[in-house]
Nanobody, 119 residues
Framework: QEQLVESGGGLVQAGGSLRLSCAASRRTFSPYAVGWFRQAPGKEREFVGGISWSGGRTNYADSVKGRFTISRDNAKNTQYLQMNSLKPEDTAVYYC????????????WGQGTQVTVSS
């Protein structure tokens, strides 16, 4: 049973934009942070960014800062990753997560969605 359902990945040219969505399946969000990781072929999974329950605090990896924006709609139990000015090095499988405690020691994960940026 999937806890988080992702959508919105695909193929885009460098400089283009994509928006990923991640929805909690048949339940409400836990009252903690959510966010995104990504994993490129042959590389370890890396943190992309996260957002607090209220949406008032966000943090991003340096590699995406200024280009990517995370948001959330708690009424819809959905979070978003808006990706602008995409680069070929952004190509990866993107995974959303939802913290189940305040320390992020327990998490739900999405199934992953492929983002491919062509040069």
């Amino acid at each position: 049973q999937e806890q988080l359902v992702e959508s919105g990945g695909g193929l885009v040219q460098a400089g283009g934009s994509l928006r990923l969505s991640c929805a909690a399946s048949r339940r409400t969000f836990s009252p903690y942070a959510v966010g995104w990781f990504r994993q490129a072929p042959g590389k370890e999974r890396e943190f992309v960014g996260g957002i607090s329950w209220s949406g008032g605090r966000t943090n991003y990896a340096d590699s995406v800062k200024g280009r990517f924006t995370i948001s959330r709609d708690n009424a819809k139990n959905t979070q978003y990753l808006q990706m602008n000015s995409l680069k070929p090095e952004d190509t990866a499988v993107y995974y959303c997560y939802e913290d189940r405690d305040s320390l992020g020691q327990r998490r739900y994960w999405g199934q992953g969605t492929q983002v491919t940026v062509s040069s």
